[in-house]
């Protein structure tokens, strides 16, 4: 009877892990192919735009294939840090490579991570997608990144 003791014990552990807690990830590199013929410029010319549409920080750019962006994401209510990843970005003409660098608040410990990690990755990576197969939502990002109206109109003045 003494030995199904420490069974149990094990067992619950592994069942209490395995369902709660924040999911990890290895925190490796993540490289995402892109179906478009295009060339490795122009693949970075459009993950900079992106970046810069979703608000991320460009620590770094080479203005080619190389660029360290962050992402705060913020609580609104409070106005206070909720959490940030910081990634090194490289690309060519048929892929592009996201590299972790550093983070706050998403648990990183011995090379694992959130799984918000991958997370916003993928969301990187599914709206790249389709900046290149709708050319009407890429027209809207430029000009919203360029400080006008979505649709290319600028920006009035708001009345006081």
């Known amino acids: 009877m003494k030995f199904l003791q420490p069974l149990i014990i094990i067992a619950a552990i592994a069942f209490f892990s395995a369902s709660g807690g924040p999911k990890v990830v290895p925190a490796t590199r993540v490289n995402k192919p892109v179906a478009s013929e295009q060339s490795a410029e122009n693949l970075h010319e459009m993950i900079v735009l992106l970046?810069?549409?979703k608000k991320y920080q460009i620590l770094s750019d080479d203005e080619k294939s190389k660029l360290r962006i962050k992402y705060d994401r913020m609580d609104t209510k409070?106005?206070?840090?909720h959490s940030s990843i910081t990634y090194d970005v490289a690309n060519?003409?048929?892929?592009?490579?996201?590299?972790?660098?550093?983070?706050?608040?998403?648990?990183y410990k011995d090379g694992n991570i959130s799984?918000?990690?991958?997370?916003?990755?993928?969301?990187?990576?599914?709206?790249?997608?389709?900046?290149?197969s709708d050319p009407a939502y890429l027209g809207r990002m430029k000009n919203i990144v360029a400080g006008k109206n979505p649709d290319g109109t600028e920006k009035t003045a708001v009345k006081k």
């Open 51 to 53: 970046a810069k549409y």
């Open 92 to 107: 060519s003409a048929n892929d592009y490579t996201f590299s972790y660098v550093d983070s706050t608040n998403l648990g």
């Open 115 to 132: 799984s918000t990690y991958t997370r916003y990755i993928n969301m990187f990576d599914s709206t790249l997608k389709r900046m290149y």
């Open 78 to 81: 409070t106005n206070t840090l």
